[in-house]
């Protein structure tokens, strides 16, 4: 995992329900709880130098400052399903939405692709996108944070 995939991994733990979460991916290995004291972040890597595992530990304050500039009315829009993401209709097209941009409800935010089959995914109503929580092609789970967006 890079540092922007841990970043956003602790943001999106941070504005969810868990209390403990704990990814692995060959030698690389991530736990992250929340308990009386605010999320912390337990890394660990057997293959990569010790002095490599502290970088990603500001994370944290930094996700912390982050939620507390969003808007009042700032939601996630979640994964309908298991499958994977996909902003544009094919690689050599732009993106459906992009940060910054103003959806209208009923405008295609992104597809997600389950067992062949390309689903759209639309807006439920007006908003303006803030952040995309993936990367194209990456597979996502179901009720799995895709956007941050901002209620209009």
């Known amino acids: 995992m890079n540092l922007k995939e ?4 602790i943001k999106v733990f941070n504005n969810s329900n868990l209390s403990k979460l704990k990814v692995e991916n ?21 293959a990569a130098p010790a002095a490599a595992a502290p970088a ?10 982050e939620e ?6 700032a939601v996630y829009i979640t994964s309908p399903m298991v499958g994977t993401f996909y902003r544009s209709p094919s ?3 732009p993106p459906f939405v ?3 941009d103003t959806v209208k409800k009923g405008q295609t935010l992104c597809i997600l692709e389950a067992m062949k089959i390309m689903n759209e995914i639309e807006a439920e109503f007006d908003c303006k996108i803030l952040d995309i929580l993936v990367e194209d092609g990456q597979p ?5 944070p895709l956007f ?3 209620k209009l």
């Open 140 to 144: 996502v789970e179901y009720d799995m």
């Open 91 to 93: 690689p050599d097209s």
């Open 68 to 73: 507390k500039s969003l808007p009042e009315n």
């Open 56 to 65: 990603p530990a500001p994370a944290a304050p930094a996700a912390a400052k």
């Open 26 to 46: 060959g030698d690389f290995g991530l736990t992250l709880e929340k308990g009386a004291a605010p999320a912390s972040a337990a890394i660990q890597q057997s």
């Open 148 to 150: 941050l967006v901002e």
């Open 6 to 9: 841990i970043k956003d991994l």
């Open 98 to 100: 992009k940060v910054g």
